[in-house]
Structures are given as structure tokens and as C-alpha cells.
């Protein structure tokens, strides 16, 4: 009895530190070159109906929206930290304040990803996305920002919407 026990821990322990491992890989920024090409536009409104507790089915389906949200974050992580180089105080800010917003975003994504997988095995448990999705809004205004500050001829959208 006290070898099945051990033994299920250990696959428990296994288990989650493969899901670690992928969800953190997936996470990671895969370059800096051509870094405003990679960023994917998402519509607010459809993510926003997507957090809804209603729709709570749905979202855990389509995680597919959290990768996005992670895979930009990491993009712009990097766009702040190349900003970050920039002699003006004011650029320079905004940058930072950029890419504290996109490392929290990041983590929030990594934390929704794991709750989506477990909402996956586990059919009944609780999901929450909104963290997720306050933070993408945040993000999103801090981009804009930046890029105002760095070049006010280029608009940084980081949505759909207009």
C-alpha cells in the first residue's frame, strides 16, 4: 500500500513537472528580430465574452487565447527592454513600466494555462481568465504608450478594436 502511494505521488510529481516544462517553453521569446511582425492582433470584445463565468466551457477549450496573450507578452518584453536603452527619461519609463506589465502578464498566462489544463482533467473545477484578460488591457495601454513616446507617426495596437 505505502509503494502505490509513493508510487502515485511520483507520477503526480512527473506529471506537473512536464506541464511546468512545456508551458514555460512555450512561453519563451523566440527572438528579437522582426519583433512588431510577431505581435497578433486579438478582438477584446470576443475575449472579453470568452472570460464570462458563463462561457467558462468554451474558454477552457480554446486556450489557444492564452497563448497569444503569453506569445505577445514575451514579445513586448523584449520591445521594452530594447527601449529601455534610450537616453530619454520619459521613453524610458514607459518602458519599464511596459515590461514589469508583460513579465506579470506572462506569469498570469502561465497560471491560466495550468488552470486550463486542469480544468481539462478535472471537468468540475473552478476557472478564472480575468486576471488574464485585466492585465492584456493594462499591457495594451502601456504599449501604446511606448510607442507614442518612441515614434508618434506609428499607432501599437495590441486589439482589434478600434
Do not use: C
Not at 6 to 16: E, H, N, R, T
Not at 30 to 47: H, K, Q, W, Y
Amino acid at each position: 500500500m505505502n509503494l502505490a502511494f509513493v508510487l502515485v505521488i511520483a507520477a503526480v510529481l512527473a506529471l506537473a513537472t512536464i506541464l511546468s516544462v512545456a508551458v514555460t517553453r512555450s512561453l519563451q521569446v523566440r527572438g528579437s528580430a522582426g519583433l512588431s511582425g510577431t505581435i497578433r492582433p486579438i478582438d477584446v470584445e470576443a475575449f472579453r465574452n470568452l472570460i464570462n463565468p458563463d462561457e467558462d466551457e468554451y474558454l477552457r477549450r480554446r486556450a489557444a487565447y492564452i497563448h497569444v496573450v503569453a506569445s505577445n507578452a514575451a514579445v513586448l518584453v523584449r520591445v521594452g527592454q530594447a527601449a529601455l536603452a534610450t537616453g530619454d527619461t520619459r521613453v524610458a519609463k514607459a518602458a519599464h513600466e511596459l515590461v514589469e506589465d508583460a513579465l506579470l502578464l506572462r506569469r498570469n498566462a502561465t497560471v491560466a494555462l495550468a488552470r486550463i489544463y486542469l480544468a481539462l482533467a478535472w471537468p468540475n473545477s473552478g476557472f478564472a481568465a480575468v486576471r488574464v484578460f485585466d492585465r492584456y488591457e493594462r499591457l495594451s495601454g502601456a504599449a501604446m504608450l511606448l510607442g507614442r513616446l518612441q515614434n508618434p507617426a506609428v499607432p501599437v495596437r495590441l486589439s482589434t478594436l478600434p
